[in-house]
Nanobody
Framework: QVQLLESGGGLVQAGGSLRLSCAASRRTFSGYAMGWFRQAPGNERMFVAAIGGSGTSTLYADSVKGRFTISRDNGKNTVFLQMNSLKPEDSADYYC?????????????????WGRGTQVTVSS
């Protein structure tokens, strides 16, 4: 079992930045690829970014490429999502997810463990 706890959400103006964190309970954290997903009210949950176990492989949704950066600190069992140049359409609940194995994936059904989410609101 892997327990995930997101933090760092909040209210920010358009053009601003936020850094989300996701702390994992698993000691063998480097053996898990991690992903961030988001869900806006009335919409389906969508892929945002993913990172491989070693941190060298990353994958981004086109809508956030160049603005968001995913990274991880395996020594602290934590994955981050640095979000810059935020837009109102980035407003959503952001979820951290983990999958056993080190390959990056964008499909939700490839992830076995999920956090409860953290809310991000971007005002115009």
């Amino acid at each position: 079992q892997v327990q995930l706890l997101e933090s760092g959400g909040g209210l920010v103006q358009a053009g601003g930045s936020l850094r989300l964190s996701c702390a994992a309970s698993r000691r063998t954290f480097s053996g898990y690829a991690m992903g961030w997903f988001r869900q806006a009210p009335g919409n389906e949950r969508m892929f945002v970014a993913a990172i491989g176990g070693s941190g060298t492989s990353t994958l981004y949704a086109d809508s956030v490429k160049g603005r968001f950066t995913i990274s991880r600190d395996n020594g602290k069992n934590t994955v981050f999502l640095q979000m810059n140049s935020l837009k109102p359409e980035d407003s959503a609940d952001y979820y951290c997810a983990a999958r056993a194995g080190t390959g990056v994936r964008r499909l939700q059904n490839e992830y076995s463990y999920w956090g409860r989410g953290t809310q991000v609101t971007v005002s115009s």
